[in-house]
């Protein structure tokens, strides 16, 4: 039975899950079947240390850069669309070999081209963010953000972070200003 | 007053709402506001959950459509008396026959209260737009503009919503031999509205049971005329009357309008029931006559009539319209447009029982008065001179 999380709530997948090693952290959205221009939503994340920064700039992992932390971390692509049932992109992590100096993993979605389209999360039906168990499928926590956002164009939707010797996930739900590069360089990444 | 964007939410006060709805005018374009009752699935659940100019109350009139004038259009939704299942609340704004895009107007409003959701219009392709809902959320009603829609028009967003719409009825053949426009099936939503012109003058509309229900005869105008020429002065406000002369099966005959005091009933003869008049122009959709369809089968025939009892007899500028609006029937709309007519009284339509339908003739004749029009189609009152 997954942990339903609201905002701010948060849930250690290890406690779920005893002896978790892996996980997909899938991110989904409505498609738009409105006309007009398509909402093209990517997912991106990032690997922090202690300091709630990249280690470098490999650390980010978005659909131009699909893993990090040594393979550990894997964007499996961008869906373009958000067409399809369940999840439109997934990160899979293997906790397992998570370096130890990665503290927590960010993950944030934005709209591509949000200004040029006019386009915001609060035109985007039904977001969220599950974590799944990568054996055996089980869903151990998902969080619906669909009434925390609204004219917001970058929403960090979660962390999966250390605590102790466990695993947690925390439901974030914050709108972030400037897209995608701006939210990158608050997480210490060096944009070009 | 709080300004929301295309995406942004905010909670809505406790109690009833009046929701008001800016979309100004497109020329040569008629633009229709209609809200749907949508479950979880965004689907409604029957095709009575669409409120429109068709179907004006809906659930038990937790929604209805209060009125429409000028480039407003408002509705009232009593969130209390929503029914459970229905989750949203959506409003919507379609352009007639698709005659014009969204992108002619600058941008639309939507006000509830102190929120006002602004949705910029320019460079749009759709003529059908989802403008805000109104949604359930943890126990209580918040509001979202939307600002999303479709190419497509009415139908596409209709179909959208789970609403089945009928197929466009075809032009009704011209007079003298006119047909019956074809009756809608039985479980679709008919979106056509029919005008009565001088080539096209008459349809006929159809029940199987006989029984119309409440039908709604609107007459609205220009209530404040423009000014003309040099010898235009004082006041040029325009008070046009709704009137009927009833006459039914068992030969009584009534006259129901305002002057006299002759407001009609509804649930006795001759069920025919005119609304209150409103003489200060506060209200903007004009005079209301009631014609109780269910007793549809002990009428015999109805003259609808309009007369200018303010004002300059100057018919090109009331720009007067007659709207007959039968349950699940298409509109009818008979425009009062002939030019330059100087007679202050217009027969506008009649209503005929004809084998239990209803056969809707465009008159649009005009007269001196009431003797003088009540000679021309025959009915024989005898007429005193009246004031309100």
Known sequence: MAVSLSKGGNVSLTKEAPGLTAITVGLGWDARVTDGAAFDLDASVFICGEDGKVRSDTDFVFYNNKTGAGGAVQHTGDNTTGEGDGDDEQVKVDLSKV?????????????HEAESRNQNFGQVSNAFMRVVNSVGGSVLAKYDLSEDYSTE???IFGEIYRHNDE?????????????????????????? | MTVLSPGANAPLPSGDLTVLIRHGMIPGAEIDVSTFLVTGTGKVRSDADMCFYGQPSVAGGAVALAGASGGETRFTVAPSRIPAGVERVIFTATIHENRGT???LSEMEVQVGVLTGKIPCSGRTETALILAEVYRRNGSWKI???GQGFNGGLAALATHLGVEIAEPAPTPAPSPSPAPAPAAPPSTVNLSKVSLTKQNSTVNLQKDDGRFGKIRVNLNWNQKAQKTGLFSFGSSNIDLDLGAFVEMRNGNRSVVQALGNAFGGFGTPPFVKLLGDDRTGAVTDGEWL???GDKWADIDRILIYAFIYEGVPNWQQTDGVVKIIVPGQPEVEVRMNEFGDKRGMC???SLENSNGQVRVSREVTFHKGHKEMDSSYGWGFRWTAGSK
């Not at chain 1, 370096?99 to 709209?111: G, M, Q, R």
């Not at chain 1, 695993?167 to 070009?192: P, R, T």
């Open chain 2, 144 to 146: 979202r503009v939307v």
């Open chain 2, 347 to 349: 027969a506008v339509a």
């Open chain 2, 102 to 104: 969204f992108g002619q």
């Open chain 1, 153 to 155: 164009t970058a929403m």
């Open chain 2, 290 to 292: 009631e014609i109780n």
């Open chain 1, 167 to 192: 695993w947690k996930m925390k439901a974030i739900g914050s709108g972030f200003a400037g897209g995608l590069g701006s939210l990158a360089a608050s997480h210490g990444v060096n944009m070009g």
């Open chain 1, 99 to 111: 370096p130890t100096e990665v503290k927590k993993l960010v993950f944030a979605v934005t709209i």
